[in-house]
């Protein structure tokens, strides 16, 4: 198996159907943002595995929008504004309403 572009590369228990089962719970695709490694029977890589799946991420054209999802994610991971103000401050809220509820 080659290096190739992966949905979610990240977390090998999360292709296939569980890839699916995702998407379909928040309803939307999920962002292809990452490269698979080549791996032996055994879970294990080579260097020459990790070399290619760099290289196809960072260098190569097939890798372009790759990187240009990679870079949106940022955005939105990145934006600590964002999770400041408005996720961090939503929990807070749902923590204080919890609380009155008890």
Known sequence: MDAKLSRYAAAPSLKGDYLNLYERLIGKPVIPVGVEVERGEDGSFTRDGVDKALKLAMVSAEGKSLR???????????????????????????????????
């Open 68 to 102: 240009e999802k990679a870079s949106e994610a940022a955005a939105l991971f990145g934006n600590l504004k964002l999770h400041r103000d408005y996720y961090i401050c939503k929990f807070v809220d749902f923590l204080k309403k919890k609380k009155r509820n008890v």
